[in-house]
Nanobody, 122 residues
Framework: QVRLVESGGGLVQAGGSLRLSCAAS????????MGWYRQVPGKQRELVSA???????NYADSVKGRFTISRDNAKNTVYLQMNSLKPEDTAVYYC????????????????WGQGTQVTVSS
C-alpha cells in the first residue's frame, strides 16, 4: 500500500507564494502520474496540475503562468510552487499519485493524501 503525506499549506496574503510538497511511501515499485487537486466546500475536486514520470506536465488554465509542478523521482516526491496567489486559490489541496506497489505481486494503486489547507487573504 502507498501513503501520501502533504506539507506546506498555510495562510498567505494575495500576491504571495507557497510551496506544497507531497511524499509517497510504501512498497512502491513505480509511480506514473503525480498531481495536485483542490476542493472548496460545495464544489467538485478539480485538477490543478499533474506531472508524469517522464516530466510531462499539465495545468488548469486558472493557474498557468503562476504555479509550477515538479517531482523528484528518487524521493517519490512532488512539489507545487504557487506564486502570485489569489483569494480564489483558497482551497484544500490534495496530492494524488498512481502506479504500482509490490505485495507479493505488482499491484496497481491510486492514492490520495489527506489534504492541506491553503488560504489566500485579500
Amino acid at each position: 500500500q502507498v501513503r501520501l503525506v502533504e506539507s506546506g499549506g498555510g495562510l498567505v496574503q494575495a500576491g504571495g507564494s507557497l510551496r506544497l510538497s507531497c511524499a509517497a511511501s510504501g512498497s512502491i515499485f513505480s509511480i506514473n502520474t503525480m498531481g495536485w487537486y483542490r476542493q472548496v466546500p460545495g464544489k467538485q475536486r478539480e485538477l490543478v496540475s499533474a506531472i508524469t514520470s517522464g516530466g510531462s506536465t499539465n495545468y488548469a488554465d486558472s493557474v498557468k503562468g503562476r504555479f509550477t509542478i515538479s517531482r523528484d523521482n528518487a524521493k517519490n516526491t512532488v512539489y507545487l510552487q504557487m506564486n502570485s496567489l489569489k483569494p480564489e486559490d483558497t482551497a484544500v489541496y490534495y496530492c494524488y499519485a498512481d502506479g504500482k506497489y509490490y505485495s507479493g505481486r505488482y499491484v496497481p494503486f491510486g492514492s490520495w493524501g489527506q489534504g492541506t489547507q491553503v488560504t489566500v487573504s485579500s
